[in-house]
């Protein structure tokens, strides 16, 4: 069974006689006769009546007549959803996002996303880097900010790129509490205090490595604020964002030989987007910012 066989069906109630149906339906008598045809042979039985002056429901027309007519009003409601979605008056988008996201000021965005789409339910995730790229790949997230110094996947396309620099974060008293550049060999078995499954700590243990020195990490910590706190109570030093270390109050230095700097990219799944609301809050995002 197919809607325009309902649709015309219902037409034919409506209007008492095939030709007024086919006025309605915006089609030739002949084409809404077959329409009406091919149902009832779907249905394996006659659904009206057919004389010279009228037509007129059978047993089993009036039968199908009452889910006939929850058919069509499902099919307005659900017009009127998708037209709603569309217009951006409902729905909802999905975004995530990483702790140590600077480069954009994602709740002040998102406040004003919400005063221009009220209707718009937002959902924010943070996560790491893998886990928000395997989201945004996999379709569960609309967008995501994501970091690292390395290439995106091919399976994730990059709506805007950022840079990000990162930088050593110190406590007070520390040996290069007063430096304002260091260079990488100089870190060689200084304890850290690691943002624990980050990009930031796999970029870290990736540039150690290359260098050929050793990264003692002596403590690790999952939440950016924690981490700060750890390392203004001497427990080791840190790789933040620079905005991060300029915010704590803390001494810190630029990593020089080689530099810690990566890319913030804003990706979805793919260069169009088909949920209109994360194309909505996706033109607002790069509209605005930083």
């Given amino acids: 069974m197919e809607l325009r066989q309902v649709e015309h069906f219902l037409a034919v109630v409506q209007t008492g006689s095939f030709t007024g149906a086919a006025q309605r339906a915006h089609i030739v008598q002949s084409a809404l006769s077959a329409s009406i045809r091919k149902l009832e042979a779907e249905l394996g039985t006659q659904l009206f009546e057919r004389t010279t002056r009228r ?8 039968a199908l007549l009452p889910a006939a007519h929850r058919i069509a009003a499902d099919v307005d409601a ?27 000021n994602l709740p002040a965005k998102l406040g004003e996303f919400r005063l221009r789409h009220p209707g718009v339910r937002i959902h924010v995730r943070d996560g790491t880097v893998p886990d928000l790229a395997a989201a945004v790949a996999s379709g569960e997230l609309d967008l995501s900010f994501l970091a690292g110094d390395e290439p995106l996947s091919d399976e994730l396309h990059s709506f805007a790129r950022w840079g990000q620099n990162l930088v050593l974060l110190c406590h007070p008293g520390h040996r290069l509490e007063r430096r304002r550049r260091v260079r990488l060999a ?54 933040v964002p620079r905005p991060v270390a300029e915010k704590s109050g803390l001494p810190f230095a630029r990593i020089e030989q080689p530099g810690f700097d990566r890319a913030v990219h804003l990706a979805g799944r793919a260069s169009e987007l088909t949920n209109p609301a994360a194309r909505a809050l996706l033109d607002h995002l790069l509209a605005t910012s930083p």
């Fill in 55 to 62: 037509v007129a429901l059978t047993e089993a027309g009036r």
């Fill in 186 to 239: 100089e870190l060689d078995d200084e304890p850290f205090v690691d943002f624990s499954g980050s990009g930031i700590q796999a970029m870290t243990a990736r540039r150690f490595a290359t260098a050929g020195i050793k990264h003692n990490r002596v403590c690790e910590a999952t939440h950016m604020p924690l981490l700060v706190e750890l390392v203004a109570a001497g427990l080791g030093i840190a790789i």
């Fill in 78 to 104: 659900a017009r009127s959803e998708v037209s709603a979605v569309a217009g951006l008056t409902r729905g909802r988008v999905s975004i995530g996002t990483i702790q140590t996201l600077t480069v954009v």
